[in-house]
Structure formats: C-alpha cells, structure tokens
C-alpha cells in the first residue's frame, strides 16, 4: 500500500469516526470534507502526472530524440526524414522487377495495378498506418 494510500485510509477512519460521534446530522459535511480531500489528492496527482510527461518531453527534446507515440500530426509520426526516405527508395528499387513482370506477364493492366499497390504501401505508410512496425520498433 502506497503511502498517499494510507493518509486517505486515516482521513476515511477519522471521518467515520467522527460520523459516529456527531451524529448523522452532521453526515453530509463529513462526507462533502471528505470528498474535496479526495478531489485535492486526485488533482495533485494527476498535476504531478502532467508535469512529469512534460519534464520528460523537454528532456526528449533537448537531447534530440524523435517523437514518442505522443507526436502531434504532421511530426512524422515518430519517424526520422531518414527512415522515410528508406522506405520510398526501397519501395522504388522493388517497383522496377514488379512492374517488369506485371508489363510482360497481363500488359497494362498488369502494371496499373502495380503502381495502385505501390502507391497505396507508400500512402499507408506515410499516414502511419503500420502502426504495429512502430511498436515493434519502439520496443528494441
């Protein structure tokens, strides 16, 4: 048990034990006093939780890291221009020996499609549609 914890539990025995004493008249007030300790300790944490994300952020940035699964859209993602680049110049490099065997084995049809499906890897990739590649790389 948490240490906050057991402050909470003590504030809880201490207002039930001063129910007991005072009465149920006085039930409604113990509880609201209770309740806004309640709410100060929730928003104590949750400030410390908000403060630590941004400390972390900041540290992030002034050492230059890439954005985590927090980036704002248009950031990339969380990839590097490098790992993008990468990715359309393999894409590319494979297009040529598929759109020779697509032009030689069904004509133009053939190559019609191979270029939809190239540009649609190419589209799902810069959306970040592959997010299951970012959480296997955010992992190693």
Excluded at 50 to 78: D, W
Aim: proline residues 3%; aromatic residues 6%; charged residues 25%.
């Amino acid at each position: 048990m948490d240490a906050r914890d057991a402050d909470l539990k003590r504030e809880l025995d201490a207002t039930l034990q001063t129910r007991k004493e005072l009465g149920a008249e006085y039930e409604t007030e113990l509880v609201d006093s209770f309740m806004e300790k309640v709410e100060q300790r929730f928003h104590d944490t949750a400030d410390r939780h908000v403060r630590r994300q941004l400390a972390e952020q900041q540290m992030a940035a002034a050492r230059g890291a890439r954005p985590g699964p927090t980036a704002r859209p248009g950031q990339g993602l969380g990839m590097s221009l490098g790992e993008r680049f990468a990715f359309v110049a393999v894409s590319l490099v494979l297009a040529i020996p598929l759109c020779a065997i697509a032009a030689v084995n069904t004509g133009l049809s053939g190559l019609v499609v191979t270029w939809a499906g190239i540009l649609g890897v190419n589209a799902v990739h810069a959306s970040g549609g592959f997010s299951w590649l970012r959480r296997h790389r955010d992992k190693s």
